[in-house]
């Protein structure tokens, strides 16, 4: 409907449910969709900047924001962004896991409770589940195969929190041990 709309608006969740894995997918079918990623080394102008070359060509935007609070220079990037957008009328799409009371810098909180916003709960099916895992190890450059993912959700809790750490843990151990991800070695590693 966005797509179709337009408008500002904030995608949340009160914990991991597939947000990046749906921009991705929205991505991949719309080419004229941005997305944009934060880079906290650079400051507020010139993260701004930066996004604005990026944005130029595109009809649509999106942000994918890491979970929680963001460093100062970050928000206020953000905050530009918003402000660019709407003087701009272009559609802009905010994909972050932020309470309202985490918003530090009062600008930002009083731009993204102007939002609409729109709550994304969690993959609940297996299959759903399967997606995300597979859409978040592509996000690590790796080919993971099916048959690990269905191990990590045949021995492990069946929530997208537990699922996306146990990938990380694999994630770190496979480039301490440099090897090949198999399904004994995540079982090893994952003490299941």
Known sequence: MW??????????????AGKSHL???LQEEYPQLARLHI???????QQVASWLETLEN???????????????DTATALFHLIEHAKDKSRPLLIAWRCADDELTLPELA??????????????ESDHDLHNVLKAAAQQ???????????????????????????LKHLEAASQ????????AWARQKLNI
């Open 39 to 45: 880079q906290p080394s650079l400051s507020a102008l």
């Open 3 to 16: 797509l179709n709309e337009g408008g500002l608006l904030w995608l949340k969740s009160d914990s991991p």
């Open 140 to 166: 690590l450059h790796w080919d993971m195969p099916d048959k690990l993912i269905k191990v990590m959700l045949t021995h492990l809790a069946r929530d997208l929190d537990s699922q996306l750490s146990a």
């Open 110 to 123: 009083s731009r993204m409770r102007m939002l609409e916003q729109v709550y994304i709960t969690p993959p």
């Open 23 to 25: 921009l991705r997918a």
């Open 176 to 183: 301490i041990e440099r090897t090949r991800m198999t399904q």
């Open 58 to 72: 595109y009809t649509f935007w999106s942000i994918d924001l890491p979970a929680h609070d963001l460093p100062k």
